[in-house]
Nanobody, 120 residues
Framework: QVQLVESGGGLVQAGGSLRLSCAAS????????MGWYRQAPGKQRELVAT???????NYADSVKGRFTISRDTAKNTVNLQMDSLKPEDTAVYYC??????????????WGQGTLVTVSS
């Protein structure tokens, strides 16, 4: 079993900042991929940012220059620093990882989601 615990969501005014964290635990051998996705009301879930085991990052065009994804390999955590937040960033943010567990099986795991609300 692999579990994800997310933290850091909340209410912030436009222009403000928030930092999301996601900690993975359980039967983890290695983590290949970590990322953040979001789903706004009435919309499909979309990619926000991802980071590979090698440290390569990818961002949605809408967040480039404002959001920064990082990972702590030793702690199995991934963070999303969100600056210059806009009302359109309001959504439930989900952590997503792809791991190899101790049985050497590949697993895709989603967090429970954390709500980010940006007021205008």
């Amino acid at each position: 079993q692999v579990q994800l615990v997310e933290s850091g969501g909340g209410l912030v005014q436009a222009g403000g900042s928030l930092r999301l964290s996601c900690a993975a635990s359980g039967s983890i051998f290695s983590i290949n991929f970590m990322g953040w996705y979001r789903q706004a009301p009435g919309k499909q879930r979309e990619l926000v940012a991802t980071i590979t085991s090698g440290g390569s990052t990818n961002y949605a065009d809408s967040v480039k220059g404002r959001f920064t994804i990082s990972r702590d390999t030793a702690k199995n955590t991934v963070n999303l620093q969100m600056d210059s937040l806009k009302p359109e960033d309001t959504a439930v943010y989900y952590c997503h990882i792809v791991v190899i567990n101790t049985a050497r099986a590949h697993l895709a795991v989603w967090g429970q989601g954390t709500l980010v609300t940006v007021s205008s």
